[in-house]
């Protein structure tokens, strides 16, 4: 998987280009708030904006929970901002069984104002979503 050159990583988050799907990818690696959360977000943003027509997975299967005053920043800056971008279809990587589906849940509903909005197991089912 080739990813772009520009990347940033945390010990919470990773976020990257996959340039030959083109997706942004954030995969989370475990619980974080505050600056530590909206700094990843915020880049994956810039990434929408940068290439055009890509798509956003997250991989939530190491943990995706927020604090109150994140959701309040996400659904009123960041996911208005992000349905500026080109991007159409926002897939969520979870495990089967999920101690965070409340979380998830709160967030597809919000997502789903703006994108199509799918959860799966895994990197390779989301991609065949995206490409569907």
Same mark, same amino acid.
């Given at each position: 998987?080739?990813?772009? *050159? @520009?990347?940033?990583?945390?010990?919470?988050? !990773?976020?990257?280009?996959?340039?030959?799907? @083109?997706?942004?990818?954030?995969?989370?690696?475990?619980?974080?708030?505050?600056?530590?959360?909206? @700094? /990843?977000?915020?880049?994956?943003?810039?990434? $929408?904006?940068?290439?055009? &027509?890509? !798509? $956003?997975?997250?991989?939530?299967? &190491?943990?995706?929970?927020?604090?109150?005053?994140?959701?309040?920043?996400?659904?009123?800056?960041?996911? /208005?901002?992000?349905?500026?971008?080109?991007?159409?279809?926002?897939?969520?990587?979870? !495990?089967?069984? @999920?101690?965070?589906?409340?979380?998830?849940? $709160?967030?597809?509903?919000?997502?789903? *104002?703006?994108?199509?909005?799918?959860?799966?197991?895994?990197?390779?089912?989301?991609?065949?979503?995206?490409?569907?």
């Amino acid at each position: 998987m080739e990813i772009d *050159k @520009n990347e940033f990583d945390s010990k919470y988050c !990773n976020v990257s280009y996959i340039i030959e799907d @083109n997706i942004v990818l954030i995969s989370w690696k475990k619980f974080c708030c505050y600056e530590d959360y909206r @700094n /990843p977000t915020t880049y994956a943003l810039e990434l $929408l904006r940068k290439y055009a &027509n890509s !798509n $956003l997975v997250v991989d939530a299967r &190491n943990g995706f929970e927020d604090e109150k005053e994140d959701i309040e920043w996400g659904f009123s800056i960041l996911l /208005p901002a992000m349905a500026h971008t080109d991007c159409k279809k926002v897939i969520f990587i979870m !495990n089967e069984v @999920n101690e965070i589906e409340e979380e998830i849940d $709160l967030w597809t509903k919000e997502f789903m *104002k703006y994108f199509v909005v799918k959860k799966v197991k895994g990197y390779e089912e989301a991609i065949r979503i995206i490409e569907g």
